[in-house]
């Protein structure tokens, strides 16, 4: 055993490191959350290594076992150099290296910043967290453990491999959680928070209001406040305290959105729920992913599509529903949309997650925002800078503030004026605050201050105003410098990292004949931002740059108009030029690792290619020109850009390789609108129809962005307006799916062809309908559009309009005739549209089931069906009833050629008549021998050699043998009675029919238990050739109801089609009206059916027990629904009517499309009913077990008594035709 006194030595090495380590932690700037975790976790491990030592100085003092048997610490693991001491001191070093104020260039700027990214701790924290599992085991003296755990070496190749699977889960996990959501507030939160001072907002945070809200007392808590009044501040502290409170201690969460103005168009509904899905996710400490969300991410990855809204917010409602409370926290709700009422509309979803929900969001006053949030489970609270926490700020910048601290030291009392000054003129704001601060900091002495404290500007115009006038009082390179970075920031598309606006304003610098950058080129981060005297602050762990607040954004916009279009000249100048550097002559990247470390290198490469003409519309043509020109001439650059501008935000193999080759400069400037250049473009002989790989021409893409002037001058050119892409699309497609109503309505007069099919027989009509734009779906109805044309999968523009819940397009469609496709589109389109409340527009386009669904389902008989030329295989009652002649001599043949049997009265009692029907009486019986109770089937024969006809009904049972199928006892004719009697086993449960009366519906579980039954009979009947031609709940006995246990009987209308030589397809028109299938109600001249007429009959059977109600009915019949129960089967007009489908799941319905199909060459066969995952959600072994376990007896003599006493409805036990 190692010597425990040198391990002690080796340990105190490593705890005076932890020591030095967690200083340089304490002292660091940045980090934030991620600074508290290392230094808590740091702390934790130190804690536990005490203990450690403490251990081994108790075993040093003993060398013998203790008297409990204990035995000393296991030390060859801690002194191995491989071992957990080693490792963590190696850790530490690492850190303090990182840290070292003293090393390098920090020896001058003894500043530190936080050098670790997210990656980087994520790393610490698990080594730190498997050196703390092995002091663990060290103290709990478990060796064997160790010798699996420990990271000496490990040999064992199935540890490595296994390794080596669970990097690659968690890799794909964090793949797939990255791919939910491209919006990302974990930065913003940090970056606020750093900046937020020590010492504020704990009024706030100990306010009764929010107290609540913590507690979940309150569901919801607005907090309003003017600009500038430190509310992004308060949610940010709010998050955090919400952070340390410890959730996942109660199964609780948090999400948090920072609403951001000049991000709007990225702010929807989807993209926001998609974040919050996304955290959630992130938070989730199982390390796998819950199988839903893998299934949402396999589905679009096939078709490279994002997830719908629905999808985010049903897996967010299963998220929800585990956890005891869900915070939610929304900064800026103003800033959300610029439509108030769409905000809101967000706050909704979210509050309709689940009672879990907890609500706290903060915005500027608003009578709307107040009039929702006055309800009586939200509090509201009005914010505002504290007069204590302004003070606390202001004497913390004064600290701050070289030459105000100069001022100060000669004057002490000057520092008190300049606090009492700003709080009294900073009016609630700390905006207000910090700008008069960074304005008395420019004063050169101490006269200027007390002068600048009596007219400080009491508004933000005014506060930005003399910002600026500092601006301008600078040296003239200052002043160039600081107003092209300021108003570039302004006006950008969206915001500039420090190094993008380095390079912006290098390539600005650039000679003419200079064609390449270089990083002598680029200015002084440093310097560059710190001229905007205050009017733009850096995120510390982004570098974004963004103005101070939007308020400035809003302020330049509206009073410094041409110093705008100066800098988006300037600016638009710098893209063209970026991308005609030498720097990407190579031309386009061919690997991933290239592309990357391009946009790494040169960061202004995404915005240039992306933006490079988005302001020309705005500018002056003739000065751009030249710089564009250029750019024509130039191959590679073009294809630099083309390919840049498609890289899309998801990176993944091969993701730098997805983008068209060989695209025209023509293509890409069609994108921007520049009328005039494009006119120029033509005019310098760039090819009007000209396109790159993806077939995309001018027009197209100009239709795609909506450039109305664009399209005027192409076409103007000759342009094809028909031109197709690789989709097959054409600029009318692009123009109606973003719902721009101009230039669809030129396209339209220019020729456009309006009924056009793209992929998957898309039309332009379809795409306006997705875009939600009633103006054009209206306009293209007009110009003639098919409202019932449709997709490969049955959709058409209404059911899309419909299922999308875009009412007043759908009503518009209906208006003008257009109806509901009748396959399972449209079911399903008026399924969704009832479960979104929009019951009105269902009951205009769908049959009202109400008087169908309210009354008791009615018995039907079986019969031939009058009314239509049938060709007639039962006896014709009527014709023997009147013949002449009478045929008793022919008993004996018909008994031969039957197969029936003499002497019913010798073995059985006939008792009691059980029912009645048109060709047949049921009565109960007993066999006089066991006193079994069976059923006897009476039939009347006029005739004797019609006797054979009943032959098919007891072949069935004789030829068939299954537990599902009804077993035929005995079968006899009967001389002088002239009766024939079939004698069956008795169901006590009596018919389905009954049942279903009794219970008014099934529930899922139930009825696929009840049809794996029924779809294992028909296979069994039509394996053996027979059609029954008669399901329906009548026909179905029931033997036991729980579990329920049924048999298929009644085959008077059953017919053998199936022979060795084939299938004979039968021709009859026969079978229950509302069960019967289209084929059998076909013209005669075309009548012909087989096996799928049951798959259809039992497709009603199951819409019935869902819901307890028919699909088709003559009920139904109606003004608005003017069809009779023949033309609704033949034409398959059925609904799934809200609210008694809203709870059964999609697999039903799917399952129920298959088999209600008018086409019986669609139509699913037995077999395929099997294979449904409906079907199969039963369990298919446990399907088996089922009608194993149904089997009672070989033998109908032992199927088991029913007695007189049994409590049971006899009627119709056995049908009766």
Not at 374 to 382: C, F, H, I
Not at 780 to 802: F, R
Request: glycine share 6%; proline share 4%.
């Amino acid at each position: 055993m190692a010597d425990p006194s040198g391990i002690t030595v080796n340990i105190l090495t490593v705890l005076q490191l932890a020591a030095i380590a967690t200083l340089y932690i304490k002292e660091v700037k940045g980090g934030s959350s991620d600074k508290t975790r290392l230094r808590d976790e740091l702390r934790s491990t130190v804690l536990l290594l005490e203990m450690l030592k403490d251990r081994l100085e108790d075993d040093d003092d003993d060398d013998q076992d203790d008297q409990d048997g204990a035995k000393h610490l296991p030390t060859g693991p801690l002194t191995h150099s491989e071992g957990p001491v080693f490792q963590f001191q190696k850790l530490l070093e690492n850190v303090i290296a990182k840290l070292d104020p003293t090393t390098g260039v920090r020896r001058i700027a003894r500043v530190l910043t936080w050098p670790f990214d997210k990656k980087d701790v994520a790393e610490i924290l698990a080594a730190t967290e498997r050196v703390k599992s092995h002091f663990m085991l060290v103290m709990q003296k478990d060796v064997v453990e160790l010798s699996k755990l420990s990271l000496l070496k490990i040999e064992d190749v199935d540890t490595k491999l296994e390794t080596a699977e669970s990097k690659a889960r968690q890799e794909e996990t964090q793949k797939i959680i990255r791919w939910i959501s491209s919006l990302s507030f974990r930065s913003k939160h940090a970056s606020v928070l750093e900046s937020v001072q020590p010492g504020t907002g704990t009024w706030f945070l100990e306010h009764d209001s929010f107290l609540d809200w913590t507690r979940g007392t309150i569901p919801m808590l607005w907090c309003s406040g003017i600009p500038g009044a430190g509310k992004t501040t308060l949610m940010s502290l709010a998050i955090d305290h919400v952070e340390r409170m410890g959730t996942t201690t109660f199964n609780a969460a948090l999400a948090f959105i920072y609403c951001d103005h000049n991000q709007q168009s990225e702010q929807t509904q989807v993209a926001l729920l998609s974040s919050l899905l996304q955290q959630l996710l992130q938070q989730d400490t199982t390390g796998t992913l819950p199988p839903q969300i893998s299934s949402l991410h396999s589905l679009h990855q096939k078709y490279g599509t994002r997830p719908t809204l629905a999808q985010i917010e049903d897996n967010l409602r299963q998220l929800v529903s585990r956890l005891t409370r869900l915070y939610v926290v929304i900064d800026a709700l103003d800033e959300l949309s610029a439509d108030e009422e769409q905000a809101l509309q967000f706050v909704s979803a979210v509050r309709e997650l689940g009672p879990q929900v907890k609500v706290l969001c903060a915005s500027r006053p608003s009578t709307t925002f107040q009039a929702y949030f006055e309800g009586p489970d939200t509090a509201s609270l009005v914010v505002s800078a504290r007069d204590h926490d302004i003070r606390t700020f202001l004497e913390a910048q004064l600290q701050q503030q070289h030459k105000l601290q100069r001022h100060i030291r000669a004057d002490p009392a000057l520092a008190e004026d300049i606090v009492k000054a700003v709080i009294h003129e900073s009016q609630g704001m700390f905006l207000l605050a910090k700008l008069h601060i960074e304005n008395l900091s420019q004063k050169i002495n101490r006269k200027q201050v007390r002068t600048s404290l009596q007219t400080l500007p009491t508004t933000l115009d005014a506060t930005y105003h003399n910002a600026l006038e500092r601006i301008y009082s600078q040296a003239p390179d200052t002043v160039d410098l600081a107003q092209s970075i300021l108003f570039w920031v302004v006006c950008a598309r969206r915001p500039f990292t420090v190094l993008e606006l380095q390079h912006i304003y290098a390539t600005q610098e650039l000679d003419d004949d200079e064609v390449a950058l270089e990083d002598d080129d680029l200015p002084d981060s440093e310097i560059l931002t710190g001229a905007c005297g205050g009017l733009v602050i850096v995120d510390s762990e982004t570098r974004v740059v963004r103005v101070v607040h939007y308020t400035a954004q809003q302020y330049f916009d509206r009073c410094h108009v041409q110093q705008l279009l100066t800098a988006k000249m300037s600016l638009t100048k710098a893209c063209l030029t970026y991308l005609t550097l030498s720097n990407f002559s190579d031309g386009v990247c061919t690997r991933d690792a290239d592309m990357a470390r391009r946009l790494s290198e040169y960061p202004f490469l995404d915005y240039a290619a992306r933006h490079w003409g988005s302001e020309a519309g705005d500018l002056d043509t003739e000065s751009l020109l030249p710089h564009i020109q250029r750019l024509a001439s130039s191959p590679a650059a073009i294809q630099v850009a083309s390919q840049t501008r498609s890289i899309g935000t998801f990176r993944y193999q091969h993701w730098s390789q997805e983008f068209p080759r060989d695209v025209p400069l023509l293509v890409l400037a069609s994108a921007f609108d520049m009328p005039q250049i494009l006119a120029q473009l033509l005019a310098d002989g760039h090819r009007t129809n000209g396109h790159g790989s993806d077939g995309e021409t001018a027009i197209i893409s100009a239709a795609a962005h909506g450039r109305n002037r664009n399209i005027q001058v192409l076409l103007e050119h000759g342009a094809d307006v028909n031109a197709r892409d690789y989709t097959d699309e054409s600029a009318l497609f692009k123009a109606a799916r973003i719902g721009d109503r101009d230039v669809v309505k030129t396209l339209v007069e220019h020729g456009a062809e309006i009924n056009m099919r793209a992929s998957s027989h898309l039309t332009p009509l379809m795409s306006a309908v997705a875009s939600g734009s009633i103006d054009v779906v209206r306009l293209l109805v007009e110009k003639g559009a098919d409202m019932e044309l449709t997709t490969v999968w049955g959709d058409s523009a209404l059911s899309m309009a419909t299922r999308n819940g875009l009412e007043a397009i759908a009503t518009y469609l209906a208006d003008q005739g257009s109806v509901l496709p009748r396959g399972p589109a449209g079911r399903r389109a008026s399924l969704v549209a009832s479960r979104k409340g929009l019951d009105k527009l269902v009951r205009r386009l769908t049959a009202s089931y109400t008087q169908v669904a309210n009354v008791p389902l009615q018995r039907q008989v079986s019969r031939f069906i009058g009314g239509l030329p049938q060709v007639q295989e039962m006896p014709d009652e009527q014709s023997d009833a009147q013949a002449p002649e009478s045929d008793d001599g022919a008993f004996p043949e018909a008994l031969e050629e039957s197969g029936f049997s003499v002497g019913f009265s010798r073995r059985y009692t006939l008792g009691e008549v059980l029912g009645k029907g048109h060709f047949a009486s049921v009565h109960l019986c007993s066999n006089k021998a066991t006193g079994a109770k069976y059923a006897a089937k009476v039939l009347k024969v006029q005739r004797w050699r019609k006797l054979a006809t009943f032959r098919q009904e007891t072949e069935v049972a004789q030829t068939c043998s299954h537990p599902n199928l009804l077993q035929l006892v005995d079968a006899f004719a009967e001389y002088e009675e002239r009766n024939a009697v079939m004698v069956w086993e008795l169901t006590p449960g009596g018919e389905l029919f009954d049942l279903i009366i009794t219970k008014e519906k099934f529930t899922e579980d139930e009825a696929v238990h009840l049809f794996a039954q029924i779809f294992s009979a028909l296979e069994h009947l039509h394996g053996q050739g027979w059609v029954h031609r008669d399901i329906k709940p009548e026909n179905i006995l029931v033997v036991e109801e729980n579990p329920l246990f049924v048999k298929i009987g009644d085959f008077g209308l059953a017919k053998k089609i199936g022979t060795p030589a084939g299938v004979e397809l039968t021709t009859s028109l026969c079978g229950t009206p509302s069960y019967v299938s289209p084929e059998v109600l076909a013209d005669s001249t075309s009548r012909s059916y087989g096996f799928p007429v049951d798959v259809w009959s039992c497709g009603v059977v199951l819409y019935i027990c869902l819901c307890g109600f028919p699909p088709f009915s003559d009920e139904l019949y109606s003004d608005d629904f003017p069809y009779t129960l023949s033309q609704q089967i033949k034409m398959g007009r059925f609904d799934y009517p809200s609210p008694y489908w809203d709870p059964i799941g999609d697999p039903a319905l799917d399952l129920i499309d298959s088999m209600i199909v008018v086409d019986p060459k669609g139509r699913f066969d037995i077999k395929q009913c099997q294979a449904h995952p409906w079907s199969r959600g039963y369990g298919g072994a446990a399907s088996s077990t089922l009608i194993e376990d149904a089997v009672r007896s070989d033998s109908p003599e032992i199927m088991g008594e029913v007695t007189d006493a049994t409590a049971v409805r006899w009627e119709d036990v056995i049908p009766v035709r």
